[in-house]
């Protein structure tokens, strides 16, 4: 069964930074679309950031460009997100995810395989 497992997650200053890790099981990353995404209450899951299977084409939401960076290491199976900056407006559960295909793709419904998700919160 594919599992994805996210960790890191936790309360900072705003101004501080966080690093998420996503590992995954049962799939061959480096077919995979990975993508980031986040939920605030009240709010729709939005996507944070996305990368292809070989890493060549990213794609950032606006908010989080210049502060956030998408990683992976295929061979580890895992997938990484790099915060800084953090703000308030930042606050929410992140989930890793991913997608079968070639492209980088940023659509939530688009996704198959999930993680539990992981609480950010931003707060002085």
């Known amino acids: 069964q594919v599992q994805l497992m996210e960790s890191g997650g936790g309360l900072v200053q705003p101004g501080g930074s966080l690093r998420l890790s996503c590992t995954a099981s049962?799939?061959?990353?480096?077919?995979?679309?990975m993508g980031w995404f986040r939920q605030a209450p009240g709010k729709e899951r939005e996507v944070v950031a996305s990368m292809s299977g070989s890493g060549g084409a990213t794609y950032y939401e606006d908010s989080v460009k210049g502060r956030f960076t998408i990683s992976r290491d295929n061979a580890k199976k895992a997938a990484y997100l790099q915060m800084t900056t953090l703000k308030p407006e930042d606050t929410g559960v992140y989930y890793c995810?991913?997608?079968?295909?070639?492209?980088?793709?940023?659509?939530?419904?688009?996704?198959?395989?999930w993680g539990q998700g992981t609480q950010i919160t931003v707060s002085s």
């Open positions: 049962g799939i061959t990353l480096d077919t995979n679309t």
């Open positions: 995810a991913a997608r079968p295909g070639v492209g980088v793709v940023h659509v939530a419904e688009w996704f198959n395989y």
